[in-house]
């Protein structure tokens, strides 16, 4: 589990009453949403928005995404979504995330991504404007996926 204060970024988020079932508590797979929300975020803080990312010749794909749900958000609460960068892989790299309510946990996370190149969709080497970007915004160093 990541601690609050390893993140350098957080996404703000009020609950709507669309992201809620019958009970007012967030439906599960909202939090993916939500990390959604902060991705977008993330990368346009970092300026590496997918036309950015595009134009460089490189995309990327989710190949894995999980949540551990530790307390349920409700309708109209203010929650916070911290994003980072774990680890970069030879071609692919691993975010992790936690949702807070204040100081309160209530989900976590990672998501894996491959980078690919933009015409074959074929994975390729992380790109180091990608790496270096990434490196100079995060406030946590980035792990470098050793060898097994």
Not at 97 to 125: E, F, H, N, Q, W
């Amino acid at each position: 589990m990541t601690a609050r204060s390893d993140f350098t970024f957080f996404h703000e988020h009020r609950v709507r009453w669309a992201e809620v079932d019958a009970q007012a508590i967030v439906f599960n797979a909202n939090y993916f949403v939500f990390v959604d929300y902060a991705v977008s975020e993330y990368f346009r803080a970092v300026d590496l928005m997918w036309d950015r990312t595009k134009a460089l010749g490189f995309d990327f794909f989710t190949v894995n995404a999980n949540c551990n749900f530790r307390s349920p958000a409700v309708l109209d609460d203010l929650i916070e979504i911290g994003f980072r960068c774990k680890r970069f892989g030879s071609s692919s790299v691993e975010y992790e995330y936690a949702v807070y309510r204040g100081d309160d946990l209530l989900a976590d996370g990672s998501m894996t991504y491959v980078c690919a190149d933009i015409k074959t969709r074929r994975p390729i080497p992380l790109p180091d404007a990608y790496t270096h970007a990434i490196t100079a915004f995060e406030k946590t160093p980035v792990q470098l996926k050793t060898a097994a």
